[in-house]
């Protein structure tokens, strides 16, 4: 059952902001989003927020801040090292985890996707970058873990890129092997369909997601929000989780912390108020490990000690500090790029 949970005329205004947003970069680029590191140093103003940043992270999120409070804030480890001048990763596949009692993570270093068990069947969210990576690798890691691939209900797509596949690429094979319903948001429905290649098709438009809906498969509900800036319509999903019995939510973003205009951080502020907060979210997901924190790492302890805490959970207080820290350093990045005259890398 999808529901919706915001008024017509709400979700009309949160629509009419998502079509200003200007499309991100592709899969490999860099977006035009960010000051440079000289725009971003030279800001005053901005760096008022870095300075708040800071304060609010304190002793125990300093790796968090440092991590999010640059120029370009949180970004893939393959761009992260190509900044650094240093040489890219081997890519390998990460042994099937699980990251909370109702959640896998499954795929690559360098690119996951999450498996959701519920007591009516699967949800997937994203599906790896190809018809090959969701046959090869994503079904038998599904059945490696004694889970039926058959029972996937629900694909969600956290975003696409026009041209480019790298969440969308598995989406229509396990379409049409599995049939479940696929779901994106409308506005990345509209900008990658068109561009689709024909060696890499999408799935078959299907579902519609717009900010504010809900998604119920049987015990288990989705929250989702649209965070417009990696792409038009990039999802913030916010999941009900248990570890080791006892209920938590953590919110899945998307994109990387890219909003790039007022529209765009207004839009991040009001999901950190209206969900992160009065939901108590107290983790935070990306499909692509090491945006936010060492999943990778994290994965390794859960594995090593699946009875212990789970790292990929800060707490409620630590988290709500955390989406303070975000807020300030994306604030700071609108205010260095204003203050250039939008001109960016």
């Known amino acids: 059952m999808l529901k919706r949970v915001l008024t017509g005329g709400a979700i009309a205004i949160g629509a009419a902001l998502m079509l200003q947003a200007p499309v991100a970069a592709q899969r490999g680029g860099r ?58 990763l081997k890519d390998y596949t990460v042994e099937p985890t699980k990251i909370f009692d109702n959640v ?50 629900y694909i969600v797509l956290t975003h696409g890129h026009p041209g480019q596949t790298d969440h969308t690429g598995g989406a229509s094979y396990l379409q049409s092997t599995y049939h479940p319903r696929v779901m994106m948001s409308k506005e990345d429905w509209d900008a990658t369909l068109p561009a689709q290649k024909p060696e890499r098709p999408l799935a078959k438009r299907d579902m519609d997601i717009v900010h504010g809906q809900t998604l119920t498969l049987g015990d288990e509900t989705l929250t989702f929000t649209v965070l417009f800036g990696h792409t038009p319509g990039t999802l913030g999903i916010f999941i009900p989780v248990k570890w080791h019995g006892q209920p938590h939510v953590v919110v899945l973003h998307g994109g990387g912390l890219q909003h790039p205009n007022h529209d765009s951080l207004n839009r991040f502020e009001s999901v950190i108020k209206d969900y992160a907060l009065e939901m108590n979210a107290e983790g935070i997901l990306n499909a692509h490990p090491g945006i936010y924190q060492d999943t990778l790492a994290d994965m390794e302890t859960i594995r090593k000690n699946p009875n212990g805490p789970n790292p990929l959970l800060y707490g409620r207080d630590r988290a709500a500090r955390y989406w303070k820290v975000m807020d300030e350093c994306a604030t700071a990045r609108v205010v260095a790029l204003e203050e250039a005259g939008g001109r960016t890398r």
Not at 125 to 140: G, H, Q, S
Request: hydrophobic fraction near 40%.
């Open 104 to 153: 896998w993570f499954m795929g690559l270093a360098s690119q996951g996707a999450f498996v959701i068990t519920t007591s009516q069947g699967l949800i997937l969210i994203d599906t790896l970058n190809t018809t090959e990576e969701a046959r090869d690798i994503l079904v038998p890691g599904i059945k490696k873990v004694g889970l039926d691939p058959a029972q996937i209900k």
């Open 31 to 88: 977006p035009p989003v960010f000051p440079t590191k000289e725009q971003f140093a030279a800001s005053a103003e901005a760096q008022k927020h870095v300075a708040a940043a800071r304060k609010i992270a304190g002793t125990d999120l300093v790796k968090e801040f440092e991590n999010t409070c640059s120029s370009t804030g949180p970004q893939r480890v393959a761009l992260a090292r190509q900044d650094a001048g240093l040489p890219p």
